[in-house]
């Protein structure tokens, strides 16, 4: 998921109202008119640009050209190291997005690409827990190494709460709790599941609380589950059916698996 060094800007009052416009919409999924706010004419514009349209692909599975063009833009416009690692940064996420979802295999571009950025972004650097995330999901989801993804998510954890990230600790926090459900670890995966359902619910995270939501029901019993659920479901339906890859874990069970 797209969590760049812009994640919680306009979150909190007297923020820059630009920025306190952009997390409005982002939060409610409409990327495209958040973008449209934001004139690509310098890096930190462009790259926050390019960030909120490759999300837009992981959630919706469509943007793909639009991010392209957004992204070479913030490419060209980055200068110091720290730009250029964001752009490497935002490029491995897009090509990770597209392998994800099966559009065209860029598994390995999405390495490279997170490899130039760890290059770039020196460690302790407020964008360096982003990109351990982002290493994190590729070791979980395209090289199925949990101990890596593990690792990766916890140094991640640790910048994101060095650095006063709560958006990008809500995504910390859920990963981990997913290797600790898959491992058969229940209270800590609730643990975990719940305290990025309370950031994501505190910063206003609309898109990310169904996916949240439905998390947590994994780790409770009934009814708590169902209502949670439940509750998942509105809020999925609300959005407009996004983020898409919640459809198959949100579908009703047949009545013959609920009696």
């Known amino acids: 998921m797209a969590y760049t060094a812009m994640s919680g800007n306009g979150t909190t009052a007297g923020d820059d109202p630009l920025q306190t416009a952009v997390w409005r919409l982002r939060s409610r999924a409409c990327w495209a008119d958040a973008a449209a706010l934001l004139q690509p004419v310098t890096a930190p514009a462009a790259l926050q640009r390019a960030a909120l ?3 837009r692909c992981l959630y919706t599975e469509r943007g793909w050209e639009e991010a392209e063009d957004a992204l070479r833009t913030a490419e060209a416009l980055a200068h110091t190291d720290d730009e250029r690692g964001a752009a490497a940064c935002e490029r491995g996420q ?3 997005a597209a392998t994800l979802h099966s559009v065209r295999d ?7 690409a997170l490899g130039r950025a760890a290059a770039l972004i020196a460690p302790g650097a407020p964008g360096r827990a982003l990109l ?17 993804a593990r ?20 995504f910390t926090w859920r990963h981990l709790a997913g290797l600790a459900l898959r491992d058969g670890e229940l209270a800590e995966a609730r643990h975990g599941f719940a305290e990025s359902l309370r950031i994501r619910e505190e910063l206003g ?3 990310g609380t169904a996916p949240a939501l439905a998390s947590l029901a994994d780790t ?37 698996a609920t009696t």
């Open 53 to 55: 349209l490759v999300e």
């Open 94 to 96: 897009l090509a990770y």
């Open 106 to 112: 860029r598994a390995d571009e999405a390495r490279a």
């Open 132 to 148: 351990d995330f982002r290493r994190g999901l590729l070791a979980e989801n395209l090289a199925r190494s949990p101990q890596a």
């Open 151 to 170: 690792a990766a998510y916890r140094r991640a954890h640790a910048g994101a709460t060095a650095h006063a990230d709560p958006l990008l600790l809500s």
């Open 205 to 207: 995270y609309l898109v």
């Open 220 to 256: 409770e019993t009934e009814p708590e589950a169902s209502r949670l659920r439940e509750e998942a479901r509105r809020l999925f339906r609300l959005l407009g059916g996004v983020p898409t890859w919640l459809a198959d874990q949100l579908a009703p069970l047949p009545p013959a």
